[in-house]
Structure formats: structure tokens, C-alpha cells
């Protein structure tokens, strides 16, 4: 039986061993870019709108209406390929530099629940009570005293609010999706008793 001539036995073995390190360098790639796309810096927040409102109680109409504070949250996904989907989304409303209001979005129901595409604007309209606070919360808590500096505390006077966000997102590429990342902002002033009039960017 005829033997190769060494040389070609070279060439084919040079020839595996390239197409090998090509295919390592395309995966490296394809990792390294579905992480870019993945990252979560592209979600930033916007407060779209903040009052205070009046509502009567359904079960004791003959009483003093309730008054709530009622704020429009907007998480811009700038991302042009990477979709996001929302866990939860919360805020405290830091009314003076002890005293904040807890609030929550309802994101169980409609859209809210869905993946939201790439570069889409998503709203988070929240309603939560005036008075939802007493002597023992109303003071800062462990968590809500990780996120507050001196300077942030400092300037807090109502009716200019300090709003903390925090939202448990999921980042999706095509097929593949993350682990679960919190992103959290803080939006200041929000002006609950005038309203507000224009878009405030909150800081990350």
C-alpha cells in the first residue's frame, strides 16, 4: 500500500489544527458578544409623572378621601438587540432625609409581563398611599441606608422628593438569557405637590 508523502501528512495536520484554533477564536467571539449585548448598563430610568391625588374609599364612601402618591416610572432599554423582561420593580419615596413610602408595580398582568423588545420605552405607573408609613419604617432602614449618601439625605425637603428605584430584570439575546440582575437609580427632585411637568432622568 502507497505511503503519503510526509509533506501532505504536514499540510493536513497544519490544516486540523487551524481549523480547530478558528473555530475556538468564533466561539470566543460569539461568547464575548452575547455578553456585550447582555450587559446590564442599558436600562436607565425616567419619573414621566408624580402627584399627589385624592380618592374616596370604596368601603367608606362617607369618609375623607384617601390621598395617594401617584408616579409614572419609565425604563428606557436602550439596547438595540437585546430584549428585557421585569421581575419586580419597587421605589421608596423619600419625602425628608428619615421618612420614605414604600411602593410597588402590579408587573403580574398585560405586557408588563412580557419580554419588551429591544430599544422599547416601558411604563410603570404606581399608586401608593400619602399616609402608608408609621414612627417605626418611617425611619432609614437597613436597605433603604445602603443606597442614601450624607449629600442625598441632605437635600431632601418636601415637597422635593428623593424617589430610589429598584428593578430585577432578565436580559435576553436571541435564544440565550441571563441570570437575574438588579438594577437600582435615584430620581431627584420630584416635586409631588405641584407635579410634575417634564420628564425627570434619574441617575444610576
Not at 115 to 122: C, L
Not at 128 to 137: A, L, P, S, W
Amino acid at each position: 500500500m502507497a505511503k503519503l508523502p510526509s509533506c501532505i501528512k504536514r499540510r493536513s495536520t497544519n490544516t486540523y489544527i487551524l481549523s480547530a484554533l478558528l473555530g475556538a477564536l468564533v466561539a470566543v467571539a460569539v461568547v464575548a458578544g452575547i455578553a456585550v449585548s447582555l450587559a446590564p448598563a442599558h436600562i436607565s430610568f425616567t419619573v414621566a409623572n408624580g402627584r399627589i391625588i385624592s380618592r374616596p374609599e370604596e368601603n367608606n364612601p362617607n369618609e375623607a378621601p384617601t390621598k395617594y402618591y401617584n408616579i409614572t416610572m419609565v425604563a428606557n432599554n436602550k439596547s438595540r438587540r437585546t430584549k428585557v423582561q421585569y421581575s419586580s420593580l419597587s421605589i421608596q419615596i423619600w419625602f425628608n432625609p428619615t421618612g420614605w413610602v414604600p411602593g410597588e408595580a402590579n408587573l403580574t398582568a398585560g405586557e408588563l409581563a412580557e419580554w419588551q423588545r429591544p430599544g422599547k420605552a416601558t411604563s410603570f405607573p404606581i399608586l401608593t398611599k400619602f399616609f402608608d408609613y408609621n414612627n417605626e419604617v418611617a425611619t432609614i432602614s437597613e436597605s433603604g441606608d445602603e443606597q442614601l449618601d450624607d449629600t442625598e439625605k441632605s437635600r431632601i425637603s418636601w415637597p422635593k422628593c428623593l424617589v430610589l428605584v429598584e428593578a430585577k430584570v432578565w436580559f435576553r439575546f436571541r435564544l440565550v438569557a441571563t441570570r437575574q440582575y438588579t438594577v437600582r437609580a435615584s430620581c431627584y427632585p420630584v416635586d409631588f405637590e405641584r407635579g410634575v411637568t417634564s420628564p425627570i432622568n434619574c441617575t444610576s
